[in-house]
T-cell receptor, first 111, second 110 residues
């Protein structure tokens, strides 16, 4: 199993600003992912965070908008850049350790 | 394109009822199918299924995979108000990435 700490748990942000979400895992994991869940929607994979190299982004997501860092096997950050109200979502960090475990999520509201 | 479809999208039942949630999928190099329960923010893991015909059970919840039909069902017997949640089905291929369905919103009324 894996215990994932994610912060902030929630934030209210102004349009045009950027916010960085942190994800800390209690053990070393190879596969770490970032998901987004827009209001009333299911989870959509943003990217796979690769340790020591650039993240692998899914269709519709780009590095300029969602830069990701993965400095080691226990930590990753996701930045939501130049936010707009459409970015209001829950952002979830997840790791593959047998099954997929999720952090508690970061609920962002963009005004 | 890989996809996961769940049905129904929403369901309202009364305590004590039995419900069956459906999940069908199309994915390249299927590896596993997972069920999650989401009440507030983070989904919590329920089951992982990799082999056809083997039922997994946890209390009042059970699930089974049919690889021939590319589908799975999640059964909840004797439902309780605490079962009210969104139930998510997700499928992975050999990349380890999960593709999620739209979810089924279950409301259990007293």
């Amino acid at each position: 199993s894996a215990v994932i700490s994610q912060k902030p748990s929630r934030d209210i942000c102004q349009r045009g600003t950027s916010l960085t979400i942190q994800c800390q895992v209690d053990s070393q994991v190879t596969m770490m992912f970032w998901y987004r869940q827009q209001p009333g929607q299911s989870l959509t994979l943003i990217a796979t965070a690769n340790q020591g190299s650039e993240a692998t982004y899914e269709s519709g997501f780009v590095i300029d908008k969602f830069p990701i860092s993965r400095p080691n096997l226990t930590f990753s950050t996701l930045t939501v850049s130049n936010m707009s109200p459409e970015d209001s979502s829950i952002y979830l960090c997840s790791v593959l350790a047998g099954e997929l475990f999720f952090g508690e999520g970061s609920r962002l509201t963009v005004l | 394109e890989d996809k996961v479809v769940q049905s129904p999208l929403s369901l309202v039942v009364h305590e004590g009822d039995t419900v069956t949630l459906n999940c069908s999928y199309e994915v390249t190099n299927f590896r596993s199918l997972l069920w999650y329960k989401q009440e507030k923010k983070a989904p919590t893991f329920l089951f992982m299924l990799t082999s056809s015909g083997i039922e997994k059970k946890s209390g009042r919840l059970s699930s089974i995979l049919d690889k021939k039909e590319l589908s799975s069902i999640l059964n909840i017997t004797a439902t309780q108000t605490g079962d009210s949640a969104i139930y998510l089905c997700a499928v992975s291929g050999n990349t380890g990435k999960l593709i999620f369905g739209q979810g089924t919103t279950l409301q259990v009324k007293p």
